[in-house]
């Protein structure tokens, strides 16, 4: 009797310390998935961030685009000016020289014309003070009658081509100073024209200020945006690291025959292993790959979402439960999460150019897709 109650003692102990143990298993499990949830939470929480970032960036850097446009428009219109300004300048310098070349003509003509008007009174004085030289002088003093019309014709002319004379010159000053007047108003005009455009530059400058300070303003945004981004994206990747640790295969096995990534491109622009380090294949047909649909190879658990901007880029890593995992590089978008549960032929997300590739941009767009066997990359066509 007393053997058995101690045989029962033993079994309820053993019993009670299952329980405590199944119990503490559960509570293991449940505070795992509690830190879990709460790590794929702060993840969602940071991508959000990351992307609201990404728009804000994007933005910026369109509003960066147009202050630069603005900007250069102006500097454009500034030089522009600053020709216009030159040339109505040449302009205003040309008159001025005209100006004073008829200055110089005038004078010379006015001495001319003083000249001979002295002449003349000098002339007319002689004329008085010997008499006039009447008619009759003149018919006592000459030979004949003939000789007498020919010197008092010739008494006539002298008078008449002095007349003629002073009003050739005058008529020449009075046209030069009509022309001078025209230059007058001419430089006059040129020079209004020249504030004008002074008063034009000034604004311009003014607003080729204002335009600098705000393409000042937009560089500085996306600088403080980039510094942020980098920030979330630390964050993220560091609560990523997190995830990849806590999240396990979860008993998912693929079939270990993998299907094409990219159903719509089977062409292999590097093999594996084309260059040192490359260590999966590329598929690419050209830009116009730019977000095709990418797909999970075979069934399992993705256990890895970066967003990295540099290397791999944007890339989902999948552990089929069988001792492999593929890798999906440089993606446009990423439609998956980690630790969810994908099928084989599940889109995942999309083809990119995010991370290193070559050339930069669209051109680069492909998809490098590696093959981790039990830790180490293989040749993805031993498996497709």
Not at 222 to 234: G, H, L, N, R, V
Not at 259 to 278: I, K
Not at 347 to 376: A, D, E, S
Request: hydrophobic share 35%; net charge negative.
């Amino acid at each position: 009797m007393k053997s058995l109650k101690t045989a029962a003692v033993q079994v309820l102990s053993v019993l009670v310390v299952i329980s405590l143990l199944f119990v503490s298993s559960v509570s293991v499990t449940a505070s795992a998935e509690s830190e879990l949830d709460k790590a794929k939470k702060a993840y969602s929480q940071a991508k959000r961030e990351y992307d609201k970032l990404k728009n804000e960036k994007a933005s910026a850097e369109d509003q960066l685009e147009a202050a630069q446009n603005a900007y250069f428009s102006l500097v454009s219109q500034v030089e522009l000016i600053n020709k216009n300004i030159d040339h109505v300048q040449g302009e205003i310098e040309k008159l001025q020289g005209q100006i004073a070349d008829y200055q110089v003509k005038i004078e010379k003509q006015q001495k001319r014309m003083d000249k001979k008007y002295s002449d003349f009174c000098a002339r007319l004085k002689s004329l008085y003070i010997a008499g006039s030289m009447s008619s009759l002088q003149v018919l006592m003093t000459s030979k004949d009658f003939s000789e007498y019309l020919t010197r008092l014709e010739m008494v006539k002319k002298i008078g008449e081509m002095d007349a003629d004379a002073i009003k050739e010159l005058e008529d020449i000053l009075h046209e030069l100073q009509e022309l001078k007047k025209q230059l007058d108003v001419d430089r006059a005009e040129q020079q209004a024209k020249k504030n004008e455009l002074s008063d034009q530059k000034a604004e311009l400058e003014a607003r080729k200020s204002e335009a600098a300070t705000s393409l000042a303003e937009c560089e500085s945004l996306i600088a403080q945006i980039k510094e942020a981004q980098a920030d979330a994206q630390a964050e993220m990747q560091k609560v990523l690291a997190q995830i990849n640790k806590m999240v396990a295969s979860g008993g998912i096995k693929g079939t270990g025959q993998l299907c094409y990534p990219v159903p719509s491109c089977t062409n292999v622009s590097c093999g594996f292993y084309g260059y040192a380090n490359h260590n999966g294949v590329d598929f690419a047909n050209g830009p116009g790959l730019y977000g095709a649909p990418v797909v999970a190879s075979d069934d399992g658990q993705v256990v890895g979402v970066d967003m990295w901007e540099y290397s791999y880029g944007h890339h989902v890593t999948i552990d089929h439960g069988n001792g492999i995992k593929t890798m999906y590089c440089h993606m446009s978008n990423i439609d998956v999460s980690v630790g969810q549960n994908v099928t084989k032929g599940q889109v995942i997300g999309g083809v990119g150019c995010t991370g290193n590739v070559i050339p930069r941009g669209m051109g680069g767009t492909h998809l490098h897709f590696g093959v981790v066997v039990n830790g180490g990359f293989v040749n993805p066509f031993d498996y497709l």
